[in-house]
């Protein structure tokens, strides 16, 4: 069945969804972009999603025209109209058609606003159950992770590689630390039964899955610590696992081949994805 796709104030056929090719989005990546979950036919933490919309708008000096409560009502239409039970509302929006191709945007350029729905199971999916391979690679990133570009093609590179090598995903590693995965962020439960993962700062995505989880990590009674940590670390770590909107919690069962604790999702990380899943649904009824 045809999606049905919003750009810019008209609703259409995927088909006949098109954006201008001087869009600066497509030369440049002048763009940013949300991905906002749906879990039996509700958004997800969607406050969280358009707060850090806005400081990547900010961050850019990218004017957007509609405010949260237009983008909610079009995300809430979307479901409606493409009849989207579970999956995710993809947002990009970008500084829009600049008449040419030229790196000075002119003033007066109107931005371009593109919502899409993506209809796929995350919640009962075998990666959050039986868990994922990864390895390590290099971090090739710009700079300004924290803000959300579509710049991704490193990010496309390392799960290219991740398959090449027939794992599942890659961690992310600069001047000996893992940043994050090449689209989520990335936890360990260390042997001494501590959660630690990589602060906040311009290296890393602020994860809105990110700061939840670790308001529940708390309530379950684990300590939990925000430090760098190396490959080293997660490899002998007790526990490894990453987290994004669409993946909600992914147990990670090997890093480059070695086994993590006994090569089987731990028990903590079961734990928290279920009452992760458990709150969302709470929070949603």
């Not at 090739?140 to 995903?169: H, N, P």
């Not at 311009?202 to 379950?220: C, M, V, Y």
Request: charged residues 25%; aromatic residues 6%.
């Amino acid at each position: 069945m045809s999606r049905t796709v919003w750009i810019n104030g008209s609703w259409l056929p995927e088909q006949e969804a098109k954006v201008s090719v001087f869009d600066r989005g497509f030369l440049f990546a002048d763009a940013i972009y949300e991905v906002t979950a749906v879990i039996d036919g509700k958004l997800v933490d969607f406050d969280g999603h358009m707060a850090r919309l806005r400081r990547s708008c900010a961050s850019l000096s990218l004017a957007c025209p509609w405010d949260g409560e237009a983008l909610r009502a079009l995300h809430q239409e979307l479901i409606q109209r493409n009849q989207l039970d579970e999956g995710a509302i993809y947002l990009q929006l970008t500084r829009g058609d600049s008449g040419d191709r030229t790196f000075l945007c002119p003033e007066g350029t109107e931005p371009t606003l593109v919502l899409f729905t993506q209809a796929r199971e995350i919640v009962n999916v075998p990666q959050g159950i039986q868990g994922i391979r990864a390895i390590t690679c290099p971090d090739i990133r710009w700079g300004r992770r924290d803000i959300k570009s579509v710049g991704l093609l490193a990010a496309c590179m390392a799960k290219q590689e991740a398959r090449r090598q027939g794992a599942d995903d890659a961690l992310l590693v600069e001047q000996g630390f893992i940043t994050e995965g090449a689209s989520s962020n990335v936890f360990i439960v260390t042997p001494d039964n501590r959660l630690v993962t990589r602060p906040l700062g311009n290296d890393i995505l602020h994860g809105i899955t990110r700061g939840t989880l670790l308001k529940l990590a708390q309530e379950l009674g684990i300590e939990h610590v925000e430090r760098p940590f190396t490959p080293t670390e997660a490899r002998e770590a007790s526990e490894v696992f990453i987290s994004s909107a669409t993946s909600l919690v992914w147990p990670v069962v090997a890093i480059d081949g070695v086994a993590i604790g006994d090569g089987a999702p731990g028990p903590f990380t079961r734990r928290l994805r279920e009452r992760y899943i458990a709150a969302l649904r709470e929070q949603m009824a």
